[in-house]
C-alpha cells in the first residue's frame, strides 16, 4: 500500500470511530446499578414535559412514576382538564381524554416496571403523545446512567 492509500485508509478509520461513538446504545436496565434515575420528554406542543424516576434494584425496576407537567408546573393528574377556578370540566370531551391519558400514563409505568424494557411498552389507542413523552424520558434517563 502506498502513502496515500494509508492516509486515506487512516482518516477512514477515524472517521468511522467518530460516526459511530455517538450511536451506542443505552444500557440495558438489567446492566443498571441499584440507584433511582431520572429523566425528561421534550416538550410538547403546548409545552407540557414528561418526568420520569424509577429505582432499580438487583436489575430490576422495583419503583417508578410519570407526570407530565404544564409549563406552569402543574401536574397531568385527577385535576388535569378541570378549571382551576370552578374545579369542573371545562369541556366534557377534552376532560374525558385528559383524564384517558393520565390512566394511559399509569399504565405505561406499571408494563415499564413489569417487563423493565420501555421499547415493550404497549402504545394506548388516544395517548401516543403520553407515550412519546415517557419513551423520551426512558431514553434521557437511560442516557444519564
Known amino acids: 500500500m502506498n ?20 450511536c451506542s446504545q443505552p444500557p440495558a436496565i438489567a446492566d443498571l446499578p441499584d440507584g433511582t434515575f431520572t429523566g425528561t420528554s421534550r416538550p410538547d406542543d403546548q409545552g407540557a414535559v414528561g418526568h420520569l424516576s424509577f429505582t432499580v434494584e438487583g436489575g430490576a425496576i422495583v419503583e417508578a412514576s410519570f407526570v407530565v407537567k404544564d409549563p406552569d408546573g402543574t401536574p397531568h393528574d385527577q ?5 382551576k377556578a370552578t374545579g369542573r370540566p371545562v369541556d ?11 390512566t394511559a400514563e399509569r399504565q405505561y409505568v406499571a ?17 401516543s403523545l403520553s407515550h412519546r413523552q415517557f419513551l423520551e424520558a ?3 434517563a437511560l442516557s444519564r446512567a
Request: no cysteine; proline share 0%; charged share 20%.
Open 3 to 22: 502513502r496515500a492509500s494509508l492516509r486515506a485508509l487512516a482518516v477512514a478509520a477515524a472517521l468511522g470511530v467518530v460516526l459511530f461513538s455517538g
Open 79 to 83: 385535576n388535569y382538564g378541570l378549571s
Open 92 to 102: 366534557d370531551a377534552f376532560y374525558q381524554r385528559a383524564q384517558a391519558a393520565v
Open 111 to 127: 408494563q415499564f416496571k413489569e417487563v423493565g424494557d420501555a421499547d415493550q411498552v404497549d402504545v394506548i389507542a388516544g395517548a
Open 138 to 140: 426512558v431514553e434521557d
